[in-house]
């Protein structure tokens, strides 16, 4: 109920599943004190399965709140812009962290949690989304500020077909 009575949670980007993702991390976000911002509208195409951007946008969203969740509060953001032209679909994700995030010798990120055994595996499950749409996947590391940029072309039927 205190949920329903906190204003402006109403995210409509045009598809069920997404609206789902993007509203549930946005209630985390306003009670850990994170400013959200979020430009995404759901192509409407209907070229990329909403499943795939569900596995996608949880995981990254879900990243960007544990790193915010670590630092002093004027610091605390992420911003979420989504584009759709010419049958590309981008999403990048921005976000301030404090912790060190540690790779491995491959320079893949480990999770931070102890047990390994049911997390680290978002940007995994990232990039296996991402491959199903012949996508890429370009993560940006530096001075503190984390960014995800997903870019994916035609749909899953193309690509998979």
Do not use: W
Not at 71 to 87: A, G, N, T, W
């Amino acid at each position: 109920d205190q949920d329903l009575r906190i204003p402006d949670l109403a995210v409509r980007t045009g598809n069920a599943v997404t609206d789902v993702v993007l509203n549930e991390k946005r209630r985390q976000a306003l009670r850990a004190g994170i400013s959200l911002e979020a430009d995404f509208h759901y192509p409407a195409s209907g070229r990329y399965e909403a499943y795939d951007l569900g596995i996608i946008l949880h995981n990254l969203l879900e990243n960007a709140l544990e790193a915010c969740r670590d630092i002093s509060d004027e610091k605390r953001c992420i911003y979420l812009d989504v584009s759709y032209v010419k049958d590309v679909f981008q999403l990048n994700i921005r976000n301030n962290y404090q912790k060190k995030r540690k790779k491995d010798n491959a320079g893949n990120y480990l999770t931070t949690k102890n047990n390994t055994i049911y997390h680290g595996l978002g940007l995994s499950s990232i990039h296996h989304a991402v491959a199903n749409y012949q996508g890429q996947v370009e993560i940006i590391d530096s001075n503190n500020k984390f960014q995800v940029i997903v870019i994916m072309y035609g749909s899953y039927a193309e690509n998979t077909g």
